[in-house]
């Protein structure tokens, strides 16, 4: 198993472009997690989906949209970059609410 | 407003002796506790969990010991080893929520050879 995968590991983005961050696993986890993590902070959530078709909003969601067509992929879309989205984006997967989460290896992103 | 605090962002510590990481929290619906570990340019990876209702978990190495009352939690580390230097985070959550952890700002160990 590959685990959790995150692409890319890294981009730099102009004040207003978009991306999407891809985040797959091969688990068949039904729950995946969005977090970002600010120097010197602690990871905070963005958005989770519980299953297919089923997301909901975290702590920080705004200037953030997920959708889960499948089980296996959680993309994360920022639709105009803000310098405040500069960060470090890590995606996670659990099979059940009473399980660990498990991380992929990040994604750092760079507005300016 | 941080609900898991850790109030050390380092510590350093000699191979072969105790390390202890201390968390706080301010939420007293709070009932599962986890302790991640993290590598430069790695995600985080699970190290152990404990549940309110017990006072301590260990595995191996790794002791996590948990103070309702205080609402604090404490991970022990005997003995340390070069390999554990990382960052550590700990994570709490409600349990029969299931979805929202909340993570501290993590403290970097570095144990010395």
């Known amino acids: 198993n590959a685990g959790v995968t995150q692409t890319p590991k890294f981009r730099i983005l102009k004040i207003g472009q978009s991306m999407t961050l891809q985040c797959a696993q091969d688990?068949?986890?039904?729950?995946m997690y969005w977090y970002r993590q600010d120097p010197g902070m602690g990871l905070k959530l963005i958005y989770y989906?519980?299953?297919?078709?089923?997301?909901d909003k975290g702590e920080v969601p705004n200037g953030y949209n997920v959708s889960r067509s499948t089980t296996e992929d959680f993309p994360l879309r920022l639709e105009l970059a803000a310098p405040s989205q500069t960060s470090v984006y890590f995606c996670?997967?659990?099979?059940?609410?009473?399980?660990?989460?498990?991380f992929g290896p990040g994604t750092r992103l760079l507005v300016l | 407003d941080q609900q898991v605090k850790q109030n050390s962002p380092s510590l350093s510590v000699q191979e072969g002796r105790i390390s202890i990481l201390n968390c706080d929290y301010t939420n007293s619906m709070f009932d599962y506790f986890l302790w991640y570990k993290k590598y430069p340019a790695e995600g985080p990876t699970f190290l152990i969990s404990i549940s309110s209702i017990k006072d301590k978990n260990e595995d191996g190495r790794f002791t996590v010991f948990l103070n309702k009352s205080a609402k604090h939690l404490s991970l022990h580390i005997v003995p340390s080893q070069p390999g554990d230097s990382a960052v550590y985070f700990c994570?709490?959550?409600?349990?029969?929520?299931?979805?929202?952890?909340?993570f501290g700002t993590g403290t970097s160990l570095t144990v010395i050879p």
């Open positions: 688990m068949n986890h039904n729950y």
């Open positions: 994570a709490a959550s409600v349990s029969n929520t299931g979805n929202q952890f909340y």
């Open positions: 989906s519980v299953g297919a078709g089923i997301t």
């Open positions: 996670a997967s659990r099979p059940s609410a009473q399980e660990t989460q498990y």
